[in-house]
Each structure stands twice: as C-alpha cells, then as structure tokens.
C-alpha cells in the first residue's frame, strides 16, 4: 500500500526551463511534507518542505506547492540547471505520531544543455 | 558533513550469514532511522529509535533486528542474510522528528549471494 505516490519514473528538461515534480498521498493524516534530493552513491539530503497549514514555500530557485483538499504537491525548479540532475523523493509524515517519514518511490531528472 | 557515518560501505556476504550494518553519529540527535532503498520502492522504513534502547518497527522489518545501547550507534543486524535483502541501507538521524528534517549517511550497498 503505496501511501506517497510518484507517478513519474523520470523527467527531462532542458537548462533554463521549469522543472515540475509530483507526488500524491493518500494518507489524509499526513500533515508535512519534504522533498528530498539523491546523486548516485550518496544519502538523499534535505530540499525543502511544507507544513499542512500552507500551500506554497518558496526556497531559492525550489518551490513546493501543495493542494489538501486534491492530496497532491508539486515541487517546482525554476530556472533548471544541470547541477539538478538527481533523483527527487517526495516524503511525508504525521507530526502527532511517531517520528517516521514515508517516501515516494522517486523521480530520476535529467537536465540537458 | 553532519556527522553521521555507516559501516561498511559495501558488503557481499553469503546466503544464511548474519550481518550487522553499523550506523554511528556525532550529533547527539536522538532519533534515528534504517531505511532500505530498492528500484521501484523508493526508501522503506525498516527500524527506528527515539533514545536509547528504544525502538519499533518500521514497514518492512521481517528479517530484521536492531539495537542501540548508546546515543551515538545504531546497529541493524540480518539475522539470517537472504537474497531479497541484497539492497542500498541508509542510516538517517533527526533532531527532533522528521518535521525537522533528516540528515542521512552515504549508505551501504549490501549484496546477499
């Protein structure tokens, strides 16, 4: 039982243009989202998140936007760089129960020239 | 880096052998985490601790065991190897929940044969 959903195995899009990113949750408990970054043969790091009680936060170039009532967020990447390639979880958790993230299975960027 | 370090990096051990992934810390944070990141499945939960000697299971934690006896370690062991094992392990540490975010180590590529 998929709980955070990446329907998007992979994505490519050329330097300078928007990347999206998706995910989905079916779990209507969860109330904080994160977003995590991996390059091949290192631990996953921290982007950016978002609590429940928002709909958008903004980091830089990185914005993740979020949509309760439709159980989807988005991660969106403005102006994409090659530097971006990686593979991006999307994860969540339940702040009023144990400390525990759930992850989505992962979207693999490319970025071109 | 944040001071979290798995050990080995990489392991090949037979069928049937027990195996033991360490996970050591210089934060001082009180929770950590092993999750087990496979093609497909992105990265599933498989023990955690909120302190020490406290633990509970994570969503796919048959054939596993952990423990940790002081702050800074936290030791997953494979009682008895298995192919459907073989798999990238990551270690993650956390201040105060996932809400804060995780910090992860740089994994351990294990391979049962």
């Known amino acids: 039982d998929q709980q955070v959903k990446q329907n998007s195995p992979s994505l490519s899009v050329q330097e300078g243009r928007i990347s999206i990113l998706n995910c989905d949750y079916t779990?209507?408990?969860?109330?904080?989202f994160l977003w995590y970054k991996k390059y091949p043969a290192e631990g996953p790091t921290f982007l950016i998140s978002?609590?429940?009680?928002?709909d958008k936060n903004e980091d830089g170039r990185f914005t993740v936007f979020l949509n309760k009532s439709a159980k989807h967020l988005s991660l969106h990447i403005v102006p994409s760089q090659p530097g971006d390639s990686a593979v991006y979880f999307c994860?969540?958790?339940?702040?009023?129960?144990?400390?525990?993230?759930?992850f989505g299975t992962g979207t693999r960027l490319q970025v071109t020239l | 880096d944040a001071g979290i370090t798995q050990s080995p990096r990489h392991k090949v051990t037979e069928t049937g052998t027990p195996v033991t992934l360490r996970c050591h810390q210089t934060?001082?944070?009180?929770?950590m985490y092993w999750y087990r990141q496979d093609p497909g499945h992105g990265l599933r939960l498989i023990h955690y601790?909120?302190?020490?000697?406290?633990?509970d299971k994570g969503e796919v934690s048959d054939g596993y065991s952990v423990s940790r006896s002081k702050t800074e370690d936290f030791l997953l062991t494979l009682e008895s190897a298995t192919s459907s094992q073989t798999s990238v392990y990551f270690c993650?540490?956390?201040?105060?929940?996932?809400?804060?975010?995780?910090?992860f180590g740089s994994g351990t590529r294990l391979t049962v044969v």
């Open positions: 993650a540490i956390s201040e105060a929940g996932p809400s804060y975010g995780y910090t």
């Open positions: 779990n209507s408990m969860f109330d904080y």
């Open positions: 978002i609590s429940s009680i928002k």
């Open positions: 994860a969540a958790s339940n702040t009023g129960t144990a400390s525990k993230l759930t």
């Open positions: 934060e001082n944070h009180r929770y």
């Open positions: 601790s909120y302190g020490v000697k406290d633990t």
